[in-house]
């Protein structure tokens, strides 16, 4: 059984599109991320929810935001897709209080925009 | 501030040969620290960790020692493979919100 699961894995689009990417977890932690990674691999965190509660929101645009159905599932919606928005997606998730034990993280999503 | 140094990559190596990966921190109070590792084309999964000073973390012939006196977390093995190739991250929690992470060091190991 996957632990931290992402769709879709690649998403292609045009500039100006609305796309969303969708996270799932099964290991009933209580908080989840949201990290943008660059073509040089750098990670950064964007978001970070606890039991369905946002924690973290670094400086992303507002055209990025994440939704929080129930504790197990967050969800990334990106309006007005730009070409620097192109990037890895990830999403993690971990046990406890944000950013207090060992993450676990889904396998990506490649996001191009044309 | 917190912060994590990592040593710039790519590193390059020959299969058995000996891997220092080098990691240097700043953090108020007493991190727990990481090595994450992400394979080509997958997510990063945890490596090993320590949670206190002189603490060895160890996994599949990877091992790092927490040293406080110099706040390093430095990852070494012994005889590396074709199939450790792969991007390394040194982290740290301490009791803010945030995982620290380094900005990750590239290694490919030749046959």
């Known amino acids: 059984d996957t632990a931290v699961s992402q769709t879709p894995k690649y998403l292609v689009t045009q500039m100006g599109n609305d796309k969303s990417i969708k996270c799932e977890q099964n290991?009933?932690?209580?908080?989840m991320y949201w990290y943008k990674q660059d073509s040089k691999k750098f990670l950064k965190i964007m978001f970070s929810y606890n039991n369905k509660e946002l924690i973290i929101n670094e400086t992303v645009p507002n055209r990025f935001s994440p939704k929080s159905p129930d504790k197990a599932h967050l969800n990334l919606h990106i309006n007005s897709l730009e070409l620097g928005d192109s990037a890895v997606y990830f999403c993690a998730s971990s046990q406890g209080r944000p950013g207090g034990d060992t993450q676990y993280f889904g396998p990506g999503t490649r996001l191009t925009v044309l | 501030g917190n912060s994590v140094t990592q040593m710039e990559g790519p590193v390059t190596l020959s299969e058995e040969a000996f891997l220092t990966i080098n990691c240097t921190y700043t953090?108020?109070?007493?991190?727990?620290l990481f090595w994450y590792v992400q394979y080509p084309g997958e997510g990063l999964q945890l490596l090993l960790k320590a949670t206190k000073a002189d603490d060895k973390g160890s996994n599949k012939g990877f091992e790092a020692t927490y040293r406080k006196e110099t706040t390093s977390f430095h990852l070494e093995k012994g005889s590396v493979q074709v199939s450790d190739s792969a991007v390394y991250f040194c982290a740290l929690i301490t009791g803010g919100f945030k995982t620290i992470f380094g900005a990750g060091t590239r290694l490919f190991v030749k046959a």
């Open positions: 290991l009933g932690h209580d908080t």
């Open positions: 953090a108020t109070g007493y991190p727990s």
